[in-house]
């Protein structure tokens, strides 16, 4: 768990923050029927739209289905 005053963040500080891998991607976990969101390092995340609470790392699917 991590709060933070900054209204953005990229995906490098929630890898930072979140202390995950290179070698993994992250995630924001989103609710309902939608798929989670694929943050890229270089990628800004408003912290400020409502739901954005939640982010996850998990190696790279290396298969197909």
Same mark, same amino acid.
């Given at each position: 768990?991590?709060?933070?005053? $900054? &209204?953005?963040?990229? #995906?490098?500080?929630?890898? $930072?923050? #979140?202390?995950?891998?290179?070698? +993994? &991607?992250?995630?924001?976990?989103? !609710?309902?029927? +939608?798929?989670?969101?694929?943050?890229?390092?270089?990628?800004?995340?408003?912290?400020? $739209?409502? #739901?954005?609470?939640?982010? +996850?790392?998990? !190696?790279?699917?290396?298969?197909?289905?």
């Amino acid at each position: 768990s991590y709060e933070t005053d $900054r &209204q953005y963040l990229t #995906g490098a500080d929630i890898r $930072r923050i #979140g202390n995950i891998s290179e070698g +993994y &991607q992250i995630f924001l976990s989103v !609710k309902g029927p +939608y798929e989670d969101e694929l943050i890229e390092d270089h990628v800004r995340v408003n912290l400020a $739209r409502p #739901g954005i609470e939640s982010f +996850y790392g998990c !190696k790279p699917n290396t298969t197909n289905g």
